[in-house]
């Protein structure tokens, strides 16, 4: 009688019903510190190793970037540590563009908490960027006007910030301190810059929340006697970049205004509608911060 053949492990593995399992299981994106490593080799290959400066786009901002200034683009699929954006409003590519002598990263779409990323995730442009040797953060956003005297349209510089999000990001050290850095020279020559190109920018703070409703009346009620703008991101990335040592100008566009008297119906769509309408007002202010950004230490 001839031998019974024996099964090959490699045979009896794949008809594992564990490995069938595991086959359909969606890609668990877990940052390691090689995977944010080979993205910043894979852009400093691509783009070179002479940048200044990381932006980081919010709702509706990455069209504030005039297709003349772009240098070069790779998509987010193509860098190993950047997962997918799901919100609309972003865009998923990785764009070098350059201001004058400056050539900065933009981040066309944004890793918010709320989509299901970890705090990873949700920092790891600014991670790229760090070890790209970047020392300049611009981040912006879209948010709610708080301060009665906004309007939807208005862009506000962020001078200070308040965390409600109950996500802390602290390196290794307790009890750091939290004073915001902000370099005050940066944020009067933005100003400046802006106004003489007719552009007013105002200045506040900015309350973020982990999101994704927007606030009941009472919230707004709440939320006004703390802070002039509310969102729901760039506190991580804020407290990350501060924690690298980088300098960080932020900055909302303020799309749509709360009160605490009217109910509030305030819809996605009108966030983007007014980016889009104040999108020449973003680029000014964007170039403004890139142009006026400190030399680097
Ligand atoms: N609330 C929170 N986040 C926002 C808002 C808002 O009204 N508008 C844009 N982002």
């Known amino acids: ?69 772009i240098v070069n683009r790779i998509p987010y699929a193509k860098i190993p540590a950047l997962t997918t954006t799901s919100v609309q409003g972003h865009g998923s590519d990785v764009v070098l563009v350059r201001f004058g002598s400056k050539y900065v990263l933009f981040f066309t779409g944004r890793f918010h908490y709320y989509e299901g990323n970890t ?22 956003n ?12 208005d862009v506000m510089l962020i001078n200070d910030v308040v965390n409600m999000t109950g996500l802390t990001i602290s390196d290794t050290k307790r009890f750091a301190s939290q004073d915001t850095k902000v370099v005050r020279d940066w944020y009067d020559e933005t100003e400046s810059y802006c ?26 009620r709440y ?22 040592g980088m300098n960080v100008l932020s900055c909302s566009m303020i799309t749509n205004t709360l009160t605490d008297t009217t109910v509030q119906s305030i819809t996605h769509n009108e966030v983007l509608e007014t980016a889009e309408r104040a999108r020449g007002k973003m680029s000014v202010v964007i170039e403004a911060a890139c142009v006026n950004a400190p030399k680097l230490r």
Do not use: W
Request: glycine share 8%; hydrophobic share 45%; proline share 5%.
């Open 1 to 69: 009688m001839p031998h019974k053949k024996f099964k090959p492990a490699k045979v009896r593995a794949f008809f594992c019903p564990l490995k069938v399992v595991l086959l359909f299981m969606p890609t668990i994106h877990i940052n390691t510190f090689t995977s944010v490593q080979d993205s910043a080799d894979i852009l400093r290959q691509e783009f070179g190793g002479d940048i200044e400066l990381v932006v980081i786009a919010g709702s509706g901002v990455y069209k504030a970037i005039s297709e003349q200034s």
């Open 119 to 140: 705090i990873e995730q949700v920092v790891a442009p600014i991670r790229i960027a760090s070890l790209l040797g970047i020392q300049q953060t611009v981040l912006t």
């Open 142 to 153: 879209a948010a709610g006007g708080l301060n009665p005297a906004f309007k939807a349209g």
């Open 195 to 220: 106004l003489a190109r007719g552009v007013k920018v105002l200045s506040g703070s900015y309350v973020a929340l982990t999101g994704p409703c927007y606030e009941t009346r009472a919230e707004v």
């Open 223 to 244: 939320y006004r006697k703390i802070a002039d703008a509310i969102g729901m991101s760039t506190i991580h990335e804020y407290q990350f970049a501060t924690m690298c």
